[in-house]
């Protein structure tokens, strides 16, 4: 007998048919496809030990952070109301509002993953903290160092 893997509950499937993409703005799947190894989930990595990386997201209005992927346990918390669009691997766009001091957790299983991009829809910038666990099953992503905040030197 076959035993089937459950997911975790917010692993997000890649839709295999290029069809279910067709309604997203034109070079958006072509995008989302050749970003599938892109673990910057943020503008800025501010923060990394061990287990977890913290990040700063902003997001301008009309502009759209680029496609990622999350393979481990994360929550983000939005530090300003603001209004998003989110396009997923599945296909699904989704049109959320976003209030000050909202947070969201999600939690992924092996070879569990959400591929996705956000868009600023609003009329204000965006901003949001992620704290990803990358101590978990999936082993975390690479992220380049250009991606991470440089503390200035300081005189000692």
């Given at each position: 007998?076959?035993?089937?893997?459950?997911?975790?509950?917010?692993?997000?499937?890649?839709?295999?048919?290029?069809?279910?993409?067709?309604?997203?703005?034109?070079?958006?799947?072509?995008?989302?496809?050749?970003?599938?190894?892109?673990?910057?989930?943020?503008?800025?990595?501010?923060?990394?030990t061990?287990?977890?990386?913290?990040?700063?997201?902003?997001?301008?209005?009309?502009?759209?952070c680029?496609?990622?992927?999350?393979?481990?346990?994360?929550?983000?918390?939005?530090?300003?109301?603001?209004?998003?669009?989110?396009?997923?691997?599945?296909?699904?766009?989704?049109?959320?509002?976003?209030?000050?001091g909202?947070?969201?957790?999600?939690?992924?299983?092996?070879?569990?993953?959400?591929?996705?991009?956000?868009?600023?829809?609003?009329?204000?910038?965006?901003?949001?903290?992620?704290?990803?666990?990358?101590?978990?099953?999936?082993a975390?992503?690479?992220?380049?160092?250009?991606?991470?905040?440089?503390?200035?030197?300081?005189?000692?």
């Amino acid at each position: 007998m076959t035993q089937t893997r459950a997911h975790g509950p917010d692993h997000v499937e890649m839709n295999p048919d290029p069809a279910a993409f067709a309604h997203w703005p034109d070079g958006l799947y072509q995008e989302m496809l050749q970003s599938r190894d892109n673990g910057c989930v943020g503008s800025i990595l501010v923060s990394e030990t061990p287990t977890m990386r913290v990040w700063h997201l902003h997001i301008a209005p009309g502009k759209r952070c680029g496609f990622h992927r999350h393979v481990n346990r994360y929550f983000w918390t939005a530090m300003v109301d603001g209004k998003a669009r989110g396009y997923f691997s599945s296909g699904e766009i989704r049109d959320v509002e976003h209030y000050k001091g909202e947070t969201r957790h999600f939690d992924y299983g092996k070879d569990d993953e959400m591929l996705h991009a956000v868009e600023n829809i609003g009329d204000t910038e965006l901003i949001f903290t992620t704290v990803e666990f990358i101590d978990g099953p999936n082993a975390p992503l690479p992220i380049p160092d250009h991606m991470r905040l440089n503390a200035p030197e300081t005189a000692h």
